[in-house]
C-alpha cells in the first residue's frame, strides 16, 4: 500500500457527461501528480500541483481539469467525455524533496459508453 | 520516435532465472532514473531509484544506468512466480517533476 487513495475505483459514464475523480496523497506529500494510462499511449504525465498550486502541465486535454485544496487532496475532472478517454488514471505524490520518487494510487478505471 | 524506449515483450523465464529487462532514451538530460512494477489492474509500484550514471541493488534487484550510452537495465536475481507483473522504466530530467515512462515490460515467471 502506498499510502495514495483514490476515488472511486471504477466510474462508467456516457459520453458527453462531466466526471470528478479524487486523490489524497501520502501524509506529508505536497505535490500530486495525475497520469493517464491507456493502452495505446502507456502512462502519460498530466498535470502536477505542489501545495495547492499548479506546477506543470502535460499532454492534458482542455475538457480537463485539476485542482489541489488546502487539505492537499485533489480533483481531477472530465468533462464532454468521450470514447477515446476511457482509461486508467493515476494519481501520484512525492514529498519534492530534491528526489524525485512518485508514489502511485491505485487508480481509477473510466469506461465511457 | 519516443523519448523512452522499451520492449513490450512478453518476456517469459523459468523460475529461478535471473531476468534482464532495459530500456533506452534519447533525452541526455535525464537524470533521475525509475523501475515501476505493476500488477494487472493494479497501480505502478515504485521499485528502484537511481541518480545519474552507476549501480544500486536491493535484494533481489539490481538497477544499471548508463548515461554515456542512454541505457539503463533492471535485472532480477532468483525470479519468483510473485515477479510475473508489467515493468516499466520512468525516467526525469532535474528540474522537471513530471515522469517519462517506457510502454512497460510484460514478465512472466513459469514455475
Known amino acids: 500500500d502506498s499510502g495514495v487513495t483514490q476515488t472511486p475505483k471504477h466510474l462508467i459514464t456516457a459520453t458527453g457527461q462531466r466526471v470528478t475523480l479524487r486523490c489524497s496523497p501520502r501524509?506529508?506529500?505536497?505535490?500530486v501528480y495525475w497520469y493517464q494510462q491507456s493502452l495505446d499511449q502507456g502512462l502519460q504525465f498530466l498535470i502536477q500541483?505542489?501545495?495547492?498550486?499548479?506546477?506543470a502541465k502535460g499532454n492534458i486535454l482542455e475538457r480537463f481539469s485539476a485542482q489541489q485544496f488546502p487539505d492537499l487532496h485533489s480533483e481531477l475532472n472530465l468533462s464532454s467525455l468521450e470514447l477515446g478517454d476511457s482509461a486508467l488514471y493515476f494519481c501520484?505524490?512525492?514529498?519534492?524533496?530534491?528526489?524525485?520518487?512518485?508514489?502511485f494510487g491505485p487508480g481509477t478505471r473510466l469506461t465511457v459508453t | 520516435q519516443k523519448e523512452v524506449e522499451q520492449d513490450p515483450g512478453p518476456l517469459s523465464v523459468p523460475e529461478g532465472a535471473i531476468v534482464s529487462l532495459n530500456c533506452t532514451y534519447s533525452?541526455?538530460?535525464?537524470?533521475?532514473f525509475m523501475w515501476y512494477r505493476q500488477y494487472s489492474r493494479k497501480g505502478p509500484e515504485l521499485l528502484m531509484y537511481?541518480?545519474?550514471?552507476g549501480n544500486k541493488e536491493d535484494g533481489r534487484f539490481t538497477a544499471q544506468v548508463d548515461k554515456s550510452s542512454k541505457y539503463i537495465s533492471l535485472f532480477i536475481r532468483d525470479s519468483q512466480p510473485s515477479d510475473s507483473a508489467t515493468y516499466l522504466c520512468?525516467?526525469?530530467?532535474?528540474?522537471?517533476?513530471?515522469?517519462?515512462f517506457g510502454t512497460g515490460t510484460r514478465l512472466t515467471i513459469i514455475p
Open positions: 500541483y505542489y501545495n495547492g498550486e499548479e506546477r
Open positions: 533525452n541526455s538530460a535525464f537524470q533521475y
Open positions: 501524509s506529508g506529500d505536497l505535490s
Open positions: 501520484a505524490s512525492s514529498d519534492t524533496t530534491g528526489m524525485n520518487e512518485q508514489y
Open positions: 520512468a525516467m526525469s530530467d532535474f528540474g522537471n517533476e513530471k515522469l517519462t
Open positions: 537511481t541518480y545519474s550514471s
